[in-house]
């Protein structure tokens, strides 16, 4: 299973972008950014990260992709997400229930397939 720091740098090298380049695009120092691609470094906050997705213009995948390994790294949720959950409190409904009642993936993904077919 590949970490955030090791599909940033696979997602950089299949645009054929440096390191220094992507460094100065997202507003920091190669050997910071070398850092974060051989995981001696944390993941980053959700500025930089909506920065790679613009400079290296991810898919949609590749973005949630991206923001979920960002997130399990700290060990918490994607970064793109708290924003829409706060002071949401059927989203926090929704969570609890989901965890009181043990939901699975097989669930979760029922869930997202009804919200899609609307």
Known sequence: ?????GYLAKLRKERRVTLKDMADAI??????????????RDSFDIERLNKIVDYLKLTHEETDHLMNLAGDQRQNIAPDLPDYV????????????????????????????????R
């Open 86 to 117: 706060a002071g949401k409190e059927y989203i926090n409904a929704a969570l609890r229930r989901a965890k009181d009642l043990d939901a699975g993936e097989e669930e979760w993904l029922a869930f997202i397939n009804s919200l899609e077919n």
């Open 27 to 40: 507003g920091i120092t190669s050997p910071y950014l070398s850092d974060v691609e051989k995981g001696r």
């Open 1 to 5: 299973m590949i970490n955030f720091g």
